[in-house]
C-alpha cells in the first residue's frame, strides 16, 4: 500500500502547489489590478468557499457511492482556474479562476482523504500525516515558485503552473484504477458502521470542540499565508521576493511538523496531541508581533512546527468518533478548514485595511487559547 500512500500524497503537494499560487502571487495581483487588502481577501474567499461548501456533500455522496475517478477531475477543475488566473483581465475574471480552483479542491479532498486510510494498513495516524505533508509541501513550494517563476515574468508566467495540474491528474488515473478495484469502493464494508459506545450528545459535543479548535486553526493560518508576506514588508522593509522566501521558511516547518502528529497520536493518542498542537502555540503566537526579523522568523518556524500536527490529529478523532463515515467527516473537515481559511482571510484583509498588518497579528495572536476547550473531548479510555 505504500505506493499508493505515497502517490496520494505526492498528488495532495501538487493540487495545494496550485492552491497556495493565488496567495502567493498577491502582490503582483495588487499592483496590477490596484486591489486594497479588502478585495485580496475576497479572492480568498472565493476560493475558500467554493472549495469548503461542496466538500461535505462530495463525502456524502461517496460513502455511499464511491467515485473513483473523482480525484481526476479535482485536478482537472484546478488546471482550469490555474490557466484563468494566467490570462484574467479584470477582478472578476480572478474571482471565476478562484473559484475553479476552489471547486478542485472540493472534489479532490475526501475522496483522496479516503484513499490515504484505505492504504493505511491500519496506522490511519501515521498516513493522513503523511497525506497531509504533501499538502503542506505544496503549500511551501507554491510561494517558492512563484517567486522564481511568475514575479520576474508577471500574471501570464502562472500557465507554466498548468503543468502541475497535469502531472497531478496522470498521477491520480492510476491511483484511481486501484480504488476502483479496492473492496471499498465495491460496496464491500465501505460504509459500515460501528458503535464508539459514546452517547450521541457526547459525540456532538466533541464534534463541536474539534469544529472550534479548526476554526483557531485555520483563522490563524489564515493571518500567515494570506498576510505574512505584507506584514514583513510593512515593518522590516523587506521585498517582496525576500518576503516570499520568510513564507516558504513558515510553510516548510509547516510541513516538516504535519509528519509527526499522526503517528504520535497513533502511540499515545490524538487528544494529547491536540492539547500540545494548538494551546502550545499560544506563548509563541503572542511574542510575534514584539520581536525583530530574526526572531520572527524563528518564532515562524516555531509555531509552524507545533501547529503542525494540530489537523491530522483533529481528523482521524473525528473518524474514529463516527465510524464509516470517512468521507463525510473527511468532507465537513476539510470543508470547514477551507471556510473558515475564506472568512479569516475577508474579515483579516478588512480588519487591515480599517486598523494595520501590525494589528491583525497582534490580535490573531489570541486565537490558540482556545485550545483550552480540549479539556472537553472524551478520553481514549472513554
Known amino acids: ?5 505515497a502517490a496520494v500524497s505526492v498528488s495532495h503537494l501538487l ?48 460513502d455511499r457511492k ?12 484546478s488546471l482550469c482556474g490555474v ?38 494498513g491500519g496506522q490511519h495516524g501515521l498516513a493522513q500525516s503523511v497525506f497531509q505533508v ?25 500557465a ?23 473492496p471499498a ?43 505574512y508576506t505584507f506584514y514583513l514588508i510593512d515593518r522590516f522593509g523587506l521585498t517582496v521576493v525576500e518576503a516570499q522566501r520568510y513564507l516558504f521558511l513558515f510553510l516548510v516547518a509547516f510541513a516538516v511538523g504535519t509528519i509527526a502528529g499522526g503517528p504520535i497520536g497513533d502511540r499515545i493518542g490524538r487528544k494529547q496531541v491536540i492539547w500540545v498542537s494548538i494551546l502550545g502555540v499560544l506563548p509563541f503566537s503572542l511574542l510575534l508581533p514584539h520581536v525583530g526579523l ?11 512546527m507545533t501547529m503542525a500536527s494540530a489537523f491530522s490529529a483533529i481528523l482521524v478523532y473525528a473518524q474514529e468518533l463516527m465510524p464509516g463515515r470517512v468521507g463525510m467527516i473527511s468532507g465537513l473537515f476539510f470543508g470547514f478548514a477551507f471556510g473558515m481559511g475564506g472568512i479569516g482571510a475577508a474579515v483579516l484583509g478588512h480588519l487591515a485595511d480599517a486598523t494595520s498588518i501590525g494589528y491583525v497579528f497582534t490580535v490573531c495572536a489570541w486565537l490558540p487559547a482556545i485550545g483550552i476547550l480540549t479539556v472537553l473531548l472524551p478520553s481514549r479510555k472513554q
Not at 500500500?1 to 500512500?5: A, G, I, Y
Not at 479584470?90 to 482523504?113: I, K, N
Not at 526572531?295 to 509552524?304: D, E, R
Open 185 to 227: 469502493a465495491k460496496g464491500a464494508g465501505g460504509g459500515a458502521s460501528r458503535e464508539t459506545g459514546l452517547s450521541g450528545a457526547r459525540i456532538g459535543v466533541a464534534l463541536g470542540v474539534l469544529i472550534l479548535l479548526i476554526f483557531s486553526k485555520f483563522f490563524y493560518m489564515a493571518a500567515m499565508t494570506s498576510y
Open 1 to 5: 500500500m505504500v505506493p499508493v500512500l
Open 160 to 182: 507554466w503552473f498548468s503543468l502541475v495540474a497535469l502531472m497531478g491528474a496522470g498521477l491520480l488515473t492510476r491511483v484511481s484504477f486501484w480504488y476502483r478495484e479496492h
Open 294 to 304: 530574526f526572531w520572527t522568523a524563528v518564532l515562524s518556524v516555531v509555531i509552524g
Open 66 to 77: 464511491p467515485q473513483p475517478f473523482s480525484l481526476v477531475v479535482g485536478m482537472l477543475l
Open 134 to 158: 504533501g499538502g503542506n509541501a505544496g503549500s511551501a513550494l507554491g510561494p517558492l515558485l512563484a517567486s522564481v517563476i511568475v514575479a520576474p515574468r508577471g500574471q501570464g508566467a502562472i
Open 15 to 62: 493540487n495545494d502547489v496550485m492552491q497556495s499560487l493565488i496567495a502567493a502571487v498577491y502582490p503582483l495581483l495588487k499592483e496590477s489590478f490596484r486591489l486594497d487588502f479588502g478585495q485580496l481577501g475576497w479572492i480568498t474567499f472565493t476560493f475558500q468557499v467554493t472549495a469548503s461548501l461542496l466538500q461535505p456533500f462530495v463525502g456524502i455522496y461517496t
Open 83 to 120: 490557466l484563468l488566473l494566467s490570462v484574467a483581465s479584470s477582478y472578476g475574471w480572478l474571482l471565476v479562476a478562484a473559484g475553479f480552483v476552489g471547486l478542485g479542491s472540493s472534489v479532490f479532498h475526501p475522496e483522496a482523504s479516503r484513499v490515504a486510510r484505505l492504504a493505511s
